[in-house]
């Protein structure tokens, strides 16, 4: 990811493998190394001009005008085993922050900012800790995955699927350089966690005293809370996590422990009505798909899902969580798909009102995706209905009425399906 040298192996021990893992699944995933190499060279020209326009804005300091910060960045970059060229800009704003850039051109200096607030508020341990903080976005590839995106979607939106990947890897990734931030600090966890403190408060001890029992128990009263939507879509996690996080780190806990926290930020359904309907449409898709497939298969391969089926399952659960593909790689047998099918079809049919014939009619879209109807599918849809208490007179007039669909490209998802059960 990022280009040699900028890369060190004192981050690489301290990284979360977890991001690292995911970061590399994404690329693939989606094909953004191959989109972002075939991006128009006028592309790259005017994401060149932007970024210039960018430093142009901000006041580049050298080892002659700000000695004591070169110093400082120095020796940051030199403790975490990085290279020490850089090109250091102040970002005249009074909030407390540092930024990385990538880089402008190949060979040019890796470009790290402090806002005039942060040079103001912090002292040398914390400037260090958010210098090692932006750093470790440089060295790990943020940065530039950013700027791979910017470019490849410059004129469409980011397809939903891939901003709910990137909402969950930029979460993790901001707690993969927490870690590289208290590296550049010797791991000193207070001056870490007061760093993260007074960066979010803008406030300092002398208003808000650090005490990591208390923000731990801060996570437990984010857990209770019904978080609103525009939580889930938060780059950054929630302080209490991260400070939690922190403390986990530095404790030598289980990476597994680090990863409950930042779930608590993921988009999934939360109420139990969201849930029996993400339960219902994830296996109730993969039932009726599979009822097409066992009908035209042919033997060893009859469990496996075309393409084009996987991407109309992927966009029914999208709407339930930011992750659609784990979800559906999780139900991996029939047993299971029926059991999470009858759970939830019995649950809404007591509790749900009209959205019982919405469910029905989005199975009926995906089964009909193709634009053709087996007498498995059918067979399927008239269960579906009776357990939902839909007429199948409703159903077999959606059935009549449905026109064929136009098939989404569905590029290249990752691969997933039911296995027979065991015997």
């Given at each position: ?16 493998s977890t991001e690292a893992a995911m970061q ?26 932007a970024l210039d326009a960018h430093r142009a ?142 960066v979010a408060t803008g406030l300092g001890p ?218």
């Amino acid at each position: 990811m990022p280009t040699a040298p900028f890369r060190s192996d004192r981050l690489d021990e301290v990284r979360l493998s977890t991001e690292a893992a995911m970061q590399a699944r994404v690329i693939e995933r989606f094909a953004l190394e191959r989109a972002a190499a075939a991006v128009p060279e006028e592309a790259h020209v005017q994401e060149r001009r932007a970024l210039d326009a960018h430093r142009a804005l901000f006041v580049h300091v050298t080892p002659r005008t700000a000695p004591r910060l070169y110093r400082i960045a120095h020796e940051t970059l030199e403790k975490l085993g990085l290279p020490t060229r850089i090109e250091l800009l102040i970002d005249p704003s009074e909030t407390i922050n540092a930024g990385s850039l990538p880089l402008p051109r190949s060979g040019d200096a890796p470009i790290l900012s402090l806002t005039s607030g942060a040079v103001r508020r912090l002292d040398e341990r914390q400037l260090a800790c958010v210098l090692g903080h932006e750093a470790g976005h440089l060295a790990y590839g943020h940065t530039l995955l950013r700027r791979w995106v910017r470019m490849i979607y410059r004129e469409v939106a980011v397809p939903e699927l891939l901003e709910g990947r990137l909402r969950i890897l930029r979460r993790l990734q901001e707690l993969s350089c927490d870690r590289t931030g208290a590296l550049a600090v010797d791991m000193n966890l207070e001056v870490a966690a007061e760093t993260e403190l007074l960066v979010a408060t803008g406030l300092g001890p002398e208003h808000v005293e650090l005490d990591l029992e208390a923000y731990a128990g801060e996570v437990a009263r984010i857990e209770s809370f019904d978080v609103p939507q525009h939580l889930f879509e938060l780059s950054h996690p929630l302080l209490p996590i991260r400070l939690r996080a922190l403390q986990l780190f530095a404790e030598g806990a289980d990476e597994e422990r680090i990863l409950e926290l930042v779930r608590l930020m993921d988009f999934e359904a939360s109420t139990p009505a969201a849930r029996h309907q993400r339960d219902l449409l994830l296996a109730g898709g993969l039932l009726a798909a599979h009822a097409s497939v066992e009908e035209g298969g042919d033997g060893e391969n009859d469990t496996e899902l075309d393409d084009a089926a996987r991407a109309r399952l992927v966009d029914l659960v999208l709407p339930f969580s930011d992750d659609p593909e784990g979800e559906l790689a999780e139900v991996e047998t029939r047993a299971r798909a029926l059991e999470l099918f009858t759970t939830s079809a019995e649950w809404l049919r007591l509790h749900a009102g009209p959205e019982r014939f919405e469910l029905i009619a989005q199975l009926i879209e995906v089964t009909l995706g193709d634009g053709r109807a087996t007498e498995g599918e059918v067979r399927f849809l008239l269960d579906a209905g009776e357990r939902l208490d839909v007429p199948a007179a409703w159903i077999g007039e959606r059935l009549e009425r449905h026109a064929e669909a136009a098939l989404r490209t569905p590029g290249a998802p990752r691969q997933f399906g039911l296995r027979q059960d065991d015997a």
